[in-house]
C-alpha cells in the first residue's frame, strides 16, 4: 500500500473535471437516459485505465502516479487487517469544491483531530498515518465520535420519528456510509424494512452533493416543500403516515420536482 508521502504530489485537483467526464462517458446511460446525472453510482463499474497519458499525450491526462491515486479514493478504505474502516468515496462526487478541498494535496484540519485527541503528540506528523492507527483511533473512540449506535429503541419508544436522507454525490461524507448505518440499525434491532418504517425511512437523493447543490436534486424540501412540517405531521400522526418519497427538485427548475422514493 502506497504511503501518504508517496502521494502527497500526486494530486488531481485540475483534473476532476476530466475524471467526472470519463465517468459519464462509461456510466450516465445506465439509466437509460444521459442527461449528465448518475441516478445511483452503485452500478457502474468505472475503469479509469483510459485516461493513463501517453506519449504523445501530457494534457487532460493522468500520470501513472495519479491514476494510482485515483483508484485508491475510489476504494473503500482498510484497517490493518482488511477490515472495512470507511467506504470509498462514490462516483459522480469528483466536480465538487469539497473534493478540491480534500484531494488537493494539503494536510486536511482534520490532522488536528489525530494529533491531539489520539495522540496527545503536538510534533505528530500527517504523513506517518498508517491503516493500524485507525484501530486506535476506533477503540479510544472519544465522546462517541463513532456515532455508530445500531439500537436505536430509547429513541423509538419515545415516540421519535427519523427522517435520514444522503446525496448520492456527496464530496464530504461517502454516502455509501448511510446504508451501512441504516442496515446497522436493521441487524442491531433486529427489524427489516417494513418495520423500521414505523420510526425510520431513509432516502438516498441522486446526484446531490453535501447538503444540497449538485447536478441533481440541490433542494429537498428545505425552501419550499415543508421537508420539516413533513416530519412534525409524521410525528403527531399515525405511524402509516410517514413519507414514502421525498420531493425534490434541480435549482435550475423551480417548477419540477423530482420523488425519491426509499
Known amino acids: 500500500m502506497p504511503t501518504h508521502k508517496t502521494l502527497i504530489n500526486a494530486h488531481l485537483s485540475m483534473l476532476w473535471p476530466t475524471v467526472h467526464q470519463d465517468i459519464l462517458n462509461q456510466c450516465n446511460q445506465l439509466d437509460g437516459v444521459a442527461d449528465g446525472i448518475l441516478e445511483s453510482p452503485n452500478p457502474c463499474n468505472y475503469n479509469a485505465d483510459g485516461l493513463l497519458c501517453t506519449e504523445a499525450q501530457s494534457t487532460s491526462c493522468l500520470t501513472s502516479t495519479q491514476l494510482q491515486t485515483l483508484k485508491i479514493i475510489y476504494s473503500p478504505v482498510p ?31 482534520v490532522s488536528d483531530w489525530w494529533r491531539y485527541a489520539i495522540f496527545n503528540d503536538s510534533n505528530w506528523d500527517a504523513m506517518t498515518l498508517r491503516p493500524e492507527n485507525y484501530t486506535v483511533a476506533s477503540g479510544l473512540n472519544h465522546f462517541n465520535i463513532d456515532t455508530w449506535e445500531g439500537d436505536l429503541s430509547a429513541f423509538q419508544n419515545r415516540g ?40 425510520y425511512r431513509f432516502f438516498r437523493i441522486s446526484s ?4 444540497g447543490s449538485g447536478n441533481g436534486a440541490t433542494f429537498i424540501g428545505h425552501q419550499c416543500a415543508g421537508t420539516a412540517s413533513s416530519q412534525q405531521a409524521w410525528f403527531r400522526a399515525a405511524a402509516q403516515m410517514g413519507p414514502e418519497v421525498d420531493p425534490s427538485r434541480s435549482s435550475d427548475v423551480p417548477s419540477s420536482f423530482i420523488t425519491v422514493p426509499t
Open 160 to 199: 421519535g420519528k427519523l427522517l435520514h436522507w444522503h446525496g448520492l454525490a456527496d464530496g464530504v461524507l461517502s454516502s455509501e456510509d448511510s446504508p451501512r448505518y441504516y442496515e446497522h440499525v436493521s441487524q442491531t434491532m433486529g427489524m427489516d424494512s417494513e418495520a423500521l418504517d414505523e420510526f
Open 208 to 211: 446531490m452533493s453535501n447538503c
Open 79 to 109: 484497517d490493518a487487517v482488511g477490515s472495512l474502516v470507511y467506504p470509498k468515496m462514490q462516483l459522480g462526487s469528483e466536480i465538487t469544491g469539497s473534493v478540491g478541498s480534500y484531494f488537493s494535496g494539503a494536510v486536511s484540519p
